[in-house]
């Protein structure tokens, strides 16, 4: 996952009392997991400063496994432990398999240790041990007049705060979107609502929100899904002359609702009922109010969705 602003703070890591709180957590929780990961990152971050340079300086493979396996089941996990299953790389990120207890869940950081656990920037070790959240609490999340792919009356509705120009969000789009409309938004089960959250150091995303509402404005929910797929199939190249290029294709001509910036405080609206709603980074998914973070694997969500499901039946 991608945060909303870079995080340039000390990292202060005190491994005693943070291996006493995580003790006496449940081992079989993704959020514990989740924060348990981001201390391996400060791993790699030693890794790097001892070798003189942070930006850019690659790790290897071998070293991220052993320096994961020694860390975690030497300081954090007092019984069991972790093995890294397999660590590989692809258009410069990492992604390593992780089995904890029999489960295997995966994480995902740059080749310089800067992002993990989908992509999340590192973050006070302390606060992250401290702000663990729990699969009962419930946001408060409107839909707004927002874009809606599915059933309008089923059970689950699916918030996302997204950036067209995230990583993370085109990983979701990928992999893990197709599987929830086959086997939720198709049979009417659930219904996927799309909120803009465009991070600012993503030069194009604003515009690119903005042109996904512009051709809603022309076309309806069902034009706007179509852009929505374009633009992140052609997540590359998000520049103002393509974005037009792509809405054309469509048969939609927005040239002067881009250029006049009508759609922006529609945007910037979204931006901040997110904002509100505890987003900091992309993409970030409220299943019937529970939070979801990061590019998680299908199986999460899908675990979520039942569980949504089965609680709109009682």
Same mark, same amino acid.
């Given at each position: 996952?991608?945060?909303?602003?870079?995080?340039?703070?000390?990292?202060?890591?005190?491994?005693?009392?943070?291996?006493?709180?995580?003790?006496?957590?449940?081992?079989?929780?993704?959020?514990?997991?989740?924060?348990?990961?981001?201390?391996?990152?400060?791993?790699?971050?030693?890794?790097?400063?001892?070798?003189? !340079? #942070?930006?850019?300086?690659?790790?290897?493979?071998?070293?991220? @496994?052993? /320096?994961?396996?020694?860390? $975690?089941?030497? %300081?954090?996990?007092?019984?069991?432990?972790?093995?890294?299953?397999?660590?590989?790389?692809?258009?410069?990120?990492?992604?390593?398999?992780?089995?904890?207890?029999?489960?295997?869940?995966?994480?995902?950081?740059?080749?310089?240790?800067?992002?993990?656990?989908?992509?999340?920037?590192?973050?006070?070790?302390?606060?992250?041990?401290?702000?663990?959240?729990?699969?009962?609490?419930?946001?408060?999340?409107?839909?707004?007049?927002?874009?809606?792919?599915?059933?309008?009356?089923?059970?689950?509705?699916?918030?996302?705060?997204?950036?067209?120009?995230?990583?993370?969000?085109?990983?979701?789009?990928?992999?893990?979107?197709?599987?929830?409309?086959?086997?939720?938004?198709?049979?009417?089960?659930?219904?996927?609502?799309?909120? !803009? #959250?465009?991070?600012?150091?993503?030069?194009?995303?604003?515009? @690119?929100? /903005?042109?996904?509402?512009? $051709?809603?404005? %022309?076309?309806?929910?069902?034009?706007?899904?179509?852009?929505?797929?374009?633009?992140?199939?052609?997540?590359?190249?998000?520049?103002?002359?393509?974005?037009?290029?792509?809405?054309?294709?469509?048969?939609?001509?927005?040239?002067?609702?881009?250029?006049?910036?009508?759609?922006?405080?529609?945007?910037?609206?979204?931006?901040?009922?997110?904002?509100?709603?505890?987003?900091?980074?992309?993409?970030?998914?409220?299943?019937?109010?529970?939070?979801?973070?990061?590019?998680?694997?299908?199986?999460?969500?899908?675990?979520?969705?039942?569980?949504?499901?089965?609680?709109?039946?009682?």
């Amino acid at each position: 996952m991608e945060e909303n602003q870079a995080n340039n703070d000390t990292i202060t890591l005190n491994v005693k009392p943070v291996k006493n709180f995580l003790t006496k957590l449940p081992k079989h929780n993704w959020a514990v997991l989740t924060y348990i990961l981001i201390i391996i990152v400060v791993i790699l971050l030693i890794i790097n400063l001892n070798s003189g !340079d #942070f930006t850019g300086n690659v790790i290897s493979e071998k070293n991220i @496994a052993n /320096e994961i396996e020694t860390f $975690v089941n030497t %300081q954090l996990v007092e019984e069991g432990g972790i093995l890294v299953e397999s660590i590989t790389e692809e258009s410069g990120i990492y992604t390593a398999l992780i089995n904890l207890e029999g489960e295997t869940l995966p994480i995902y950081f740059t080749r310089d240790g800067k992002f993990i656990t989908q992509g999340r920037p590192l973050q006070s070790i302390l606060e992250a041990v401290g702000n663990i959240p729990t699969a009962t609490e419930k946001t408060e999340v409107t839909a707004d007049d927002d874009a809606v792919k599915g059933d309008l009356n089923a059970p689950v509705t699916i918030i996302e705060f997204s950036d067209y120009e995230c990583p993370f969000c085109n990983k979701f789009y990928l992999e893990t979107y197709p599987q929830i409309v086959q086997n939720y938004i198709d049979t009417g089960k659930a219904k996927i609502i799309f909120r !803009d #959250f465009p991070l600012s150091f993503h030069q194009n995303a604003q515009k @690119a929100s /903005e042109a996904a509402e512009c $051709v809603r404005n %022309q076309g309806g929910d069902e034009a706007y899904w179509k852009m929505h797929d374009l633009l992140f199939e052609n997540q590359a190249d998000l520049s103002l002359e393509k974005i037009k290029s792509l809405s054309l294709s469509l048969g939609y001509n927005i040239d002067s609702c881009l250029d006049s910036g009508e759609m922006e405080a529609e945007v910037l609206a979204d931006l901040e009922a997110g904002s509100l709603a505890g987003v900091s980074g992309t993409p970030a998914f409220f299943i019937n109010g529970i939070k979801i973070e990061g590019a998680q694997p299908y199986a999460n969500f899908e675990a979520a969705i039942e569980a949504a499901l089965t609680e709109s039946q009682i």
